[in-house]
């Protein structure tokens, strides 16, 4: 992991109830390669990652550690699985669009591969 992910998944998430911007297309360049696998999908309104394992039991063990994840921080993904795989966006709804919460979100998700969840 490097120093620029760990910073981002020690942050944790603001609320966010509208009002503010969605974030621009040149803070998202900044962001995203702190978050690697992660795409921004929907013309700029969304990160995806498609995440594969060995079987489906460790598929569920990721789903219940992201739902852990998520609920901490108040940020919920949609994310759609099989046996051996998960597919996560994070979007922030309130705003139509990405904020700095889907990208924390998304660091501390990819910080669950470091503990071997593969």
Known sequence: MTQATTQLSSK???P???????LKADR????LPQVPGWKVIDDGMAIQRRFE??????????????AWIANQEGHHPDFSA???FCEVT?????IDG???NDFICAARVNALLDEDIE
């Open 12 to 14: 944790h998430c603001a």
């Open 53 to 66: 394992f060995k079987g489906f039991f460790r598929t569920m063990s990721f789903i219940n550690a992201m």
């Open 16 to 22: 966010c109830e509208g009002g503010c911007e969605p």
């Open 98 to 100: 990405l904020s700095e």
């Open 82 to 84: 099989g046996f051996n």
């Open 90 to 94: 994070f979007t922030t709804h309130d």
């Open 28 to 31: 998202i360049d900044q962001l």
